[in-house]
């Protein structure tokens, strides 16, 4: 063990000389690979601008193409006449150009132009900047000739426009002078004819009146004057006032006594009520004293128990229960004070226990589930066992393949480094040489060798290794051993290659596989490790609350009992208080009722009334018969009155009925005059409206052709805007397309000046130096690298032996250790083999011992399970006694009682009120039916009167009641049309026309607004003939001017009819003017669309008399 140690430490020193050398490569390795990347990176960044560059040459010479195919475009499209001077870009040579032509000038494509016997492509020339103003200020007069004629043409066309338009205007101010006549004639017309329809309308809503009427209506007069008269000389209307005076006089003489009886009375009935509350207040006061003393008894144990019995003494019991409320006070507060201390704690000491609590078993569960994460992680075909297989199969390869024998794998190898290790070995075995590529490798060789001069003649044979000159021999010798290696068939370089192809690639397909489990794996290896670490900390938590949480549970008990002790003496002290608030109030009331008897007795002392000797019951007997007199008084007052009042309305009737009778006389004399000048007015009017009607015919004949030539005006003003709106939008077109074409000109000027401004090509050419210093560092930099990898490796394998050979030696030091100790422990176990079969009897003791324990350990066990019970039970007592304490439980039985009689209540009103719901829900149906019936009812009678056709005899409303999921407010209505033909009743969906869906629509909803809106009197008609016939519009025009007939009456109806029908409107007309009762409508309204001066159409309203259709 002395001699292994001994190496042991030899190899400390040896190993770190090593692995510093090996650090100090690797250090200076990762250098040359770090610059080596950034010189990368830089090449690329001088590739990216030097690309970026190229690319704005060739959109450079791109856009010299465009502007040149882009001023031939424009010169042709246009019509320019122009002469340039082209520069050929490649050569620099200029050549003067002249271009003159009245049709166009082509400056681009690849057209060739021929100038002398010189000829020119135009692909690749450019155009000066003195030929680009010329274009240019061409282009501008160009455009100035465009927008020139467009405003031209515009002044010429406004020109004529205006022309017609004053031609328009005077035959216009004709046309309204015209209509401005026939609009006088046609007013004038129309409120002759107002006047004359009121006049036909008053005399036909009232009879004729005769001579005889008015000689009735006086006769009436004078009879009614004359009863008038009669009644107001009645002797009674003197006499009753007389009466009601002299009883009115007594009743107040009788008022007087009753007042001085009244104050008697009550200062006798005051004493009497004195005395009766004295003894009372006295029988009230031995009550609460007695029942102060019960409640001192009642209490007498908290009294005792907190040294409170209170002493009492005479009559004077305030000041001693003030004493005795005021130290029960203290002791309530002071205990209170520490209950809630206590309860603090408590709570404070519960809260920090249910965090340690919570946390525990947060930790448990997490240890639980990594527990399984890590059991699972562990599995055969997750990424753990997997990268341990792949130790296992790449040690075993690599001692196979290996000449050492020996791999640098170790089994507890960290996955990271086992990749770079995998990745490492695939290099190595990608490193694969071909026939071919040998081949290449001697020609490159051979031509590096020759040394050529400026104009390619070989100078020199040198080596290609060492840069050495060659002598002729050395030259055949180099040429014989490069042609040898490079011949597949004798070289031995190729045929080594060869040999080693098959086992290299098997290797290499080894080696990406396991490459690529340990990929996948990695995850799964990384979770392992993280849940590993997490499961040690969790178990050291774990042990560490279970150690803190049980003195703080003992702890918890302890504070428990306190401060239930102390709730338990703040309850009774506050229970306590309440008696002595009690017996402090019954003092007081004692107290008060004492100075009320005083008070009541000095009261009576002083109180003296005066009744003559009378008592308070023969006072009372005389209070009531003057009562009764006055009583009937009243009565004889207001019977009186009563006949009075008929005497005066009767002579108010008469007098009125009088009046009436003269001015209904004076009325009729007035009406009869007024129908005998209305009768003169007619005849005038029916002259004034003939008349009318012969100047309108003759207006009508001068407006017909002012009317012909405004529309051939209109025409003409209408097709000059459009020629000139055409010309003009074209007009309009071609500048947009020659400032379109321009613009883009301008852009491709643009472009080529910025670029020719630019230095791209000094750029290029300082891109191209600098890309050729960076390969040229980067080229040495992974020259050195190349050299130091084979001394990197031999160090790394030194110290990976080196490890292994120490590990190796520790292993055997602690084997002998452990040989030795085993040896110890066999001794120890042959001695105490020996004791114990010196003992007599061991296992029937060992036997007696194991069951005594296992009895008192499940002994211990149900004593902890009936402790934690009993301590279980307690609390639940103590909370159920806290609550019964609470507002909550506080005369629950009461509530109890109360909210059953609520609840009984309740069920009685819901009963009442199904019941009302189904009295209810008939009702409604049973209304539901009649209105029904009324609908059909009008349906039936509109229906007869509009319908022309025989095919069907009448239409009804059907309904059926449906119900869904059984529900009382569920029920709803299907409403459908039945067309009934005899005795057979049909669905109208899909068995009538067009047209007679649209009666039957407007017939039901006339029969709906009949039925349900009298108070909403509007009805409004949208193209209500649409798809009828002649027959049915006449009979739909005879149903609304029957409704409008009956509707008259009514204040708020309006009709509102929307058509484009007049023969319906005329229909209208006829109709209306068949019924009488009621004002025909004055007008009608026309909408039209007319075209106003500025070119729009609007839309005009016209009210039209119904005597112009």
């Known amino acids: 063990e002395d001699q292994l140690a001994g190496m042991l430490d030899a190899f400390h020193d040896t190993i770190a000389d090593d692995a510093k050398r090996k650090e100090e490569l690797e250090l200076y390795q990762k250098d040359l690979e770090t610059d080596v990347d950034s010189l990368r990176r830089e090449e690329m960044i001088y590739k990216e601008q030097k690309g970026k560059l190229m690319g704005e040459r060739k959109s450079h010479e791109s856009d010299l193409k465009e502007r040149i195919g882009l001023m031939d475009k424009i010169a042709s499209k246009h019509k320019i006449e122009l002469s340039l001077t082209q520069t050929q870009a490649s050569t620099g040579i200029e050549t003067q150009q002249t271009y003159a032509t009245t049709s166009r000038v082509s400056l681009g494509g690849n057209t060739t132009f021929t100038a002398g016997d010189t000829t020119v492509d135009t692909a690749h020339m450019t155009v000066s900047a003195e030929d680009m103003e010329v274009f240019e200020k061409a282009l501008k007069t160009k455009e100035e000739d465009l927008r020139d004629g467009l405003q031209n043409f515009k002044d010429k066309s406004r020109e004529e426009e205006d022309e017609v338009q004053n031609i328009l205007n005077d035959l216009t101010g004709k046309q309204r002078?015209?209509?401005?006549?026939?609009?006088?004639?046609?007013?004038?017309?129309?409120?002759?004819?107002?006047?004359?329809?009121?006049?036909?309308?008053?005399?036909?809503?009232?009879?004729?009146?005769?001579?005889?009427?008015?000689?009735?209506?006086?006769?009436?007069?004078?009879?009614?004057?004359?009863?008038?008269?009669?009644?107001?000389?009645?002797?009674?209307?003197?006499?009753?006032?007389?009466?009601?005076s002299k009883?009115?006089?007594?009743?107040?003489?009788?008022?007087?006594?009753?007042?001085?009886?009244?104050?008697t009375l009550s200062q006798l009935r005051r004493c009497s009520d004195i005395s009766n509350e004295i003894s009372m207040l006295e029988r009230q006061?031995?009550?609460?004293?007695?029942?102060?003393?019960?409640?001192?008894?009642?209490?007498?144990?908290?009294?005792?128990?907190?040294?409170?019995?209170?002493?009492?003494?005479?009559?004077?019991?305030?000041?001693?229960?003030?004493?005795l409320a005021d130290n029960v006070r203290i002791k309530h507060e002071n205990t209170r004070e520490e209950s809630d201390r206590a309860s603090e704690e408590l709570a404070q000491l519960q809260q920090t226990i249910g965090e340690k609590s919570a946390l525990l078993s947060h930790n448990k569960r997490s240890l639980e589930t990594l527990k399984a994460r890590e059991a699972a992680l562990c599995a055969d075909d997750r990424g753990v066992q997997k990268i341990r297989r792949v130790i296992n199969a790449v040690r075993n390869f690599e001692h196979q393949q290996l000449d050492t024998g020996v791999t640098v794998v170790q089994n507890d190898m960290e996955p990271q480094k086992l990749l770079e290790h995998l990745t490492e070995r695939i290099g190595e075995y990608s490193a694969e040489d071909t026939p071919e590529s040998i081949a290449r490798t001697m020609k490159k060789l051979k031509k590096m060798s020759k040394v050529k001069g400026s104009g390619g003649q070989i100078l020199d044979i040198i080596c290609p290794c060492c840069q050495r000159s060659m002598d002729t021999n050395e030259v055949m010798m180099f040429d014989a051993t490069m042609e040898s290696l490079s011949d597949p068939i004798r070289s031995e370089l190729i045929q080594t290659d060869q040999a080693s192809v098959g086992k290299n690639r098997s290797a290499l397909r080894n080696y990406e596989t396991w490459r690529k489990i340990v990929s996948q794996s990695m995850p799964d290896y990384l979770d392992h490790t993280r849940i590993t670490n997490e499961v040690n900390d969790l178990e050291v938590s774990v042990s560490n609350g279970e150690d803190e949480l049980k003195p703080m549970q003992d702890e918890l008990s302890a504070a428990k009992d306190k401060a239930d002790?102390?709730?338990?003496?703040?309850?009774?002290?506050?229970?306590?208080?309440?008696?002595?608030?009690?017996?402090?109030?019954?003092?007081n009331r004692i107290a008060e009722k004492t100075r009320q008897v005083a008070s009541k007795r000095d009261e009576l002392s002083v109180m003296a009334p005066s009744a003559e000797g009378r008592d308070l019951k023969s006072m009372e007997m005389d209070f009531d018969a003057k009562n009764n007199e006055k009583d009937e008084l009243m009565r004889k007052n207001t019977k009186l009155n009563k006949d009075l009042t008929s005497l005066n309305h009767r002579i108010m009737t008469l007098g009125s009925q009088a009046t009436k009778a003269e001015q209904q006389a004076k009325e009729l004399e007035a009406k009869h005059k007024q129908y005998q000048e209305a009768a003169e007015r007619k005849k005038e009017l029916n002259e004034s409206i003939a008349n009318c009607i012969e100047e309108d015919k003759k207006l009508q004949e001068q407006e017909v052709p002012i009317r012909q030539k405004i529309r051939a005006k209109q025409s003409d003003r209408q097709r000059m805007r459009t020629v000139a709106a055409e010309e003009e939008i074209r007009l309009n077109r071609l500048i947009n397309e020659f400032s379109n074409d321009v613009q883009s000109l301008n852009s491709l000027t643009e472009r080529i000046d910025r670029y020719l401004e630019s230095n791209n090509e000094e750029e290029i050419e300082k891109l191209d130096s600098s890309l050729a210093d960076v390969a040229s560092s980067t080229r040495e930099k992974e020259n050195a690298l190349k050299e130091m990898v084979p001394e990197l490796q031999a160090l790394q394998k030194k110290v990976s032996d080196q490890e292994r050979h120490k590990k190796t030696i520790q292993d055997n030091i602690k084997l002998i250790k452990a040989l030795d100790n085993v040896k110890k422990l066999r001794d120890e176990l042959s001695v105490l083999e020996e004791e114990l079969e010196n003992l007599q009897g061991s296992n029937a003791l060992n036997d007696d011992y194991a069951s005594a324990m296992s009895s008192k350990k499940r002994h211990m066990e149900e004593k902890h399970?009936?402790?934690?019970?009993?301590?279980?039970?307690?609390?639940?007592?103590?909370?159920?006694?806290?609550?019964?304490?609470?507002?909550?439980?506080?005369?629950?039985?009461?509530?109890?009682?109360?909210?059953?009689?609520?609840y009984e209540t309740t069920m009685i009103a819901v009963t009442d009120l199904d019941k009302y719901h189904n009295a209810l829900d008939k009702a409604l149906l049973r209304y539901h039916g009649m209105k029904i019936e009324d609908i059909n009812k009008i349906i039936r009678e509109l229906w007869t009167l509009t319908y022309k056709g025989r095919d069907i005899n009448n239409i009804a409303l059907v309904s059926g009641a449906e119900s869904s999921g059984g529900t009382k407010a569920a029920r709803s209505y299907n409403y459908r049309v039945v067309m009934t033909k005899g005795n057979t009743q049909l669905d109208m969906r899909g068995r009538c026309s067009a047209g007679q869906r649209v009666l039957a629509s407007i017939v039901i909803r006339l029969a709906l607004a009949e039925t349900f809106c009298?108070?909403?009197?509007?009805?409004?008609?949208?193209?209500?003939?649409?798809?009828?016939?002649?027959?049915?519009?006449?009979?739909?025009?005879?149903?609304?001017?029957?409704?409008?007939?009956?509707?008259?009456?009514?204040?708020?109806?309006?009709?509102?009819?929307i058509t484009h029908d007049e023969e319906f409107v005329s229909m209208m007309k006829n109709e209306l003017s068949t019924h009488t009762g009621f004002d025909m409508p004055e007008k009608y309204f026309q909408v039209s669309r007319e075209e106003g001066p500025d070119g729009k159409h609007y839309s005009k309203i016209n009210a039209i008399d119904w005597d112009e259709i």
Do not use: W
């Open 1014 to 1057: 009298l108070n909403c009197g509007v009805m409004a008609l949208d193209e209500p003939t649409t798809n009828l016939d002649y027959e049915n519009k006449r009979g739909l025009a005879v149903a609304l001017a029957q409704i409008i007939a009956n509707r008259a009456a009514q204040h708020n109806f309006q009709l509102v009819c």
């Open 865 to 902: 399970r009936c402790e934690g019970r009993r301590l279980g039970y307690k609390d639940q007592q103590r909370n159920l006694k806290r609550k019964l304490l609470t507002p909550e439980y506080k005369d629950i039985d009461e509530r109890h009682r109360v909210k059953m009689i609520e």
């Open 565 to 587: 002790e102390l709730q338990n003496d703040a309850s009774e002290l506050r229970q306590l208080l309440d008696v002595v608030n009690r017996l402090r109030d019954d003092a």
């Open 177 to 244: 002078h015209v209509e401005a006549d026939r609009e006088k004639l046609m007013k004038q017309q129309r409120e002759a004819k107002r006047e004359l329809q009121n006049i036909t309308s008053q005399s036909s809503s009232r009879s004729r009146l005769h001579k005889n009427d008015i000689d009735d209506a006086k006769r009436a007069a004078a009879r009614y004057a004359r009863e008038r008269d009669e009644a107001n000389q009645d002797p009674r209307i003197k006499s009753i006032p007389l009466e009601i």
């Open 247 to 263: 009883i009115s006089e007594r009743m107040r003489s009788i008022q007087v006594e009753l007042e001085e009886d009244k104050t």
């Open 285 to 323: 006061k031995e009550g609460d004293v007695e029942g102060l003393k019960d409640t001192i008894s009642d209490n007498s144990f908290l009294l005792q128990k907190f040294d409170a019995y209170p002493t009492l003494r005479g009559d004077n019991y305030v000041n001693t229960i003030e004493t």
